[in-house]
């Protein structure tokens, strides 16, 4: 599959990794949108959150709580920070392997563009 994130996962494109376990991976945004902006995305392909069925509940559950970890990791999980998961067209998304954005380091805004 002709999947950018797949390939990262594979390790033929290598991005700036903060975290990774044997389910997802974590590495920070070639284009940030905020002093800290992170990806959270499974190693397993799903296209996006329309796409995940009952049994990725399990794997669902662990990206949240690795964000939790991530954000903790990197010093903004007091201060606050967002996540957030483009789908399809209407929701703004450009790369169809499921990933979560998670925002730090300024104050966002409501609501978002
Ligand atoms: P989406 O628009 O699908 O919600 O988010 C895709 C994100 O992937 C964008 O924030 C974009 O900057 C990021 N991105 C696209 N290509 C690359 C890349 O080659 N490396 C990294 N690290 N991020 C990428
Ligand atoms: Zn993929």
């Known amino acids: 599959m002709d999947c950018l994130f797949c390939k990262m996962v594979a390790g033929d494109i290598k991005p700036d990794v903060v975290h990774e376990d044997d389910q997802v991976l974590v590495f920070r945004d070639i284009a940030p949108q905020a002093p800290v902006?992170?990806?959270?995305?499974?190693?397993k392909h799903v296209t996006n959150l329309d796409d995940a069925e009952p049994g990725d509940a399990a794997l669902l559950g662990h990206i949240l709580l690795t964000a939790q970890k991530v954000a903790r990791d990197l010093g903004v999980a007091k201060d606050g920070f967002r996540l957030v998961t483009n789908c399809n067209r209407n929701g703004g998304q450009t790369v169809y392997h499921l990933h979560f954005h998670l925002l730090a380091g300024r104050h966002m805004t409501w609501p978002p563009g």
């Open 37 to 43: 902006h992170v990806l959270l995305i499974p190693k």
